[in-house]
Structure formats: structure tokens, C-alpha cells
């Protein structure tokens, strides 16, 4: 096995080790103060020296060679800094550089034997020191360039997050979204220019938030308090009906745990929801974890925009939403890990299309409620092989002064994994 050595730079040659012609230096607000002799050197030897503007201004008491500030979009720089391959090339970026900034994309752009990395504190780790949390005890999310809804699994009662915000507006509108969903109690710490001559750190509930002229590079701490009622997700599968918007064509809550299960998610995988109805059973795949991705495929276009609705509102936007009848709405998907088909399993070609994009490994869940469905699933069965489970469920409901069981249409699965 090859070992890949990555040399100190304080033992490298004046441009950095040996074949690492990029560096990607981490610089705070403190500016050149806060660089190691290293960083120093590496900066100052850099023909060409790539950032924000605030870091270029931040470093240029250092900086002799060409400067390139970040286009819109970042990547349009990436030619420029190609060009220099071999030479000195210098990337600033704010503290730690793979903490949600451009180091992941450097990385990938020029492989990781040809940089070296520098990185300061970052920002969540600026703030737990200065609030004395454990950060190993803090949920960490980026919230720059992304909708606030994604906050909304992470806000359960006692939890601490830390949020980077987009802009100076940021902190107001989430105290705002808080508020709404019943987080209004919540302890609001907005730390801005941490590390540097302007830092400042100020408090408010969301419900009161009051902050006014915040800078537009601050975190956000909160310490969430849920009032009764408060949208608070639970960790385990099959929300109850009541979170989803839905017209009755809704995988009731038993029934779609039991699919999340059977559709087994794994770190990174996607998901097709064939028939998606209110988009429940792709919402919960997607809440297990947040590195899965999931596609709704939905026919009828009142429920295709009812799925991005609730996906909003459950916190997570990242949903796709494709309108269009299966099987031909499923050609140009990313391709499958597991399929789940809720509805429009008995149209021609639509089983065929989802068994022929599944990957050895790959799972297909199939709910029937009609007995046509349940012929093609018991076919299915033979030819395939699989597990198919008949689901039958009762609720207590009310008949007349008393209560009797009520029993729900039975549900057969069809659950198979690919060879």
C-alpha cells in the first residue's frame, strides 16, 4: 500500500511541500495578526492569491503577487487557478476551510496530493468557546445560500444549534420562522466578526428579537424551547397523519413506518416515491438522515404541489419534485437505491422502468390496496421472489355511546432486493 506523505509546511520548500503547489490558507477576522509563520510565508510566496474580497483586504499587508477576487458563481475562478498548476497559487478562505467552505471543492478540482491546508478556528468553534458549549454536544448547520426550513429538524426541546447566516437579515427572519412554529421562547445569541476588532455578541428571545444593524458575517446560537404544540419532529419513522398536508391519498402513519423499514436507507443513497400522493413516505427517507436524497413522482399536479409544500414545512426543501405520470415522468432520474411505488403500480411498463434503474442491492417496496394490484404483486412475487406481507390495522373509533374496533382497508407489501 502506497503511504501518501503530507509534509509540515514549515519543513517545505519556499513555496510549500514538494508537488503541493496550492495552499488554502484559513484567515479571521484578525487578519495577517492571526496567521502562523507558515501561513505567512505561504501567502507571501503565492504568485497568484484567490479569495473574497474581505479576505484580500484582510491579508494584503502580505500579499505580492496577482490577486483574483471570487467570481459569481466561485467556480468560474477554477480556470485561473488550473492555469497555475505547479506554481504558487494561494486560496484564503474564512477560518476552517472544509467547514462548510471551498476547501470541498478545491479538493475534488485538483486532488489532494497537490495542496496543503492552513485552517484557523471556525466559526462554530469561535462560538462555543466564547459561550462555553462542548461543541461535540452542538448541532452545527449552515444556513448561507440555504432556506431556513432546514432548521426544523433540528429544533427539539434543549437542543443547542449553531447556524452561519447568510447575511445580516438572517438572524431576524429565523427568530421569525422560530416563532411561528412555536419556538418563540427560544434564546437567541447572535455572535458577529467573531475573532476580530468589531466582534460583538448580543441575546434576545425569538419571540422579542430586537438586534438590530447585525453584521453581515455573524453565527447564530440558539437554545431551543418548544411551547406546547411546537412543530417538534420525533426521531422515529411514521410521523403522525396530522403533520402532512393531504387529500386522504396519504401511506397512513403505521403503515408507512413499516415501509421505511423495508426501503432500509443507507448513508447517501436516493430514493424514488413512484405515486407520491402527499410525498410522506419520500420526507420521512430524507429526515432519516442528511445525506439521502429522494424524488416524488407525482402525477396529478395539485399534489405535486402539495408534496413541495410539506417538504418545506418538515424541513427538507431538497426534496425533488418531478410532475408527471410514470413510467415515462421516471426517464433522466438520478438513478435509484430503492424504489417505493404507493400508487400507479398497475400501469403498463411502470414495475419494468423501476426494477430495470435499481442497482444490484437495490430495494423495491410496492404497497397494494386493490386486489388488481395484489394479483400483479403476487406474480411479481413468484418470479422475483421477495417478502410479501399482508398489513391489517384496527382503531379504536367511536359507535354510538361506545367504542369498537374499525378496521382500515389491509395493505399487502411487496418488499425484493435486486441480485
Known sequence: MRERSNPLPDAAPDHGPAGRWLSIVGIGEDGV???????????GDAELVVGGRRHLALAAALVRGETLAWPSPLDGAFPAILARRGRP????????????????????????????????????????????WPLADVACLTLHGRPLQRIVPHLQPGARLLALSWDGTTPEKLARHLTAHGFGGSRFTVLECLGGPRERIRAATAGTFDLDAVEALNT????????????????????????????????????????????????????WDVGAGSGAVGIEWLLRHPSLRAVAVEARAGRAA???????????????????RAPGA??????????????????????????QALPSGGRLVVHAVTLETEALLAAWFRSHGGELTRLELQRAEPLGSFFAWRPALPVTQWRVVKP
Open 89 to 132: 497559487v494561494c486560496v484564503l478562505a474564512s477560518g476552517d476551510p472544509f467547514c462548510y467552505g471551498i476547501g470541498k471543492q478545491l479538493a475534488a478540482l485538483v486532488g489532494p496530493d497537490a495542496f496543503v491546508c492552513l485552517p484557523q478556528p471556525s466559526a462554530f468553534s469561535l462560538a462555543a468557546a466564547r459561550l462555553g
Open 306 to 324: 402539495r408534496i413541495a409544500r410539506n417538504a418545506a414545512h418538515l424541513g427538507v426543501p431538497d426534496l425533488a419534485v418531478v410532475e408527471g
Open 220 to 271: 447564530i446560537a440558539i437554545e431551543v424551547v418548544a411551547a406546547p404544540g411546537a412543530l417538534v419532529l420525533p426521531f422515529a419513522a411514521g410521523l403522525d397523519d396530522a403533520f402532512f398536508e393531504h387529500d386522504g391519498q396519504i401511506t397512513k402513519r403505521e403503515l408507512r413506518a413499516v415501509a421505511l423499514s423495508a426501503l432500509a436507507p443507507r448513508l447517501g443513497e436516493t430514493l
Open 33 to 43: 495578526a492571526g496567521l502562523s509563520e507558515a501561513a505567512r510565508r505561504l501567502l
Open 330 to 355: 421516471l426517464d433522466g432520474l438520478p438513478r435509484p437505491d430503492a424504489v417505493f411505488v404507493g400508487g400507479g403500480a398497475t400501469r403498463p411498463g411502470v414495475f419494468e422502468a423501476c426494477w
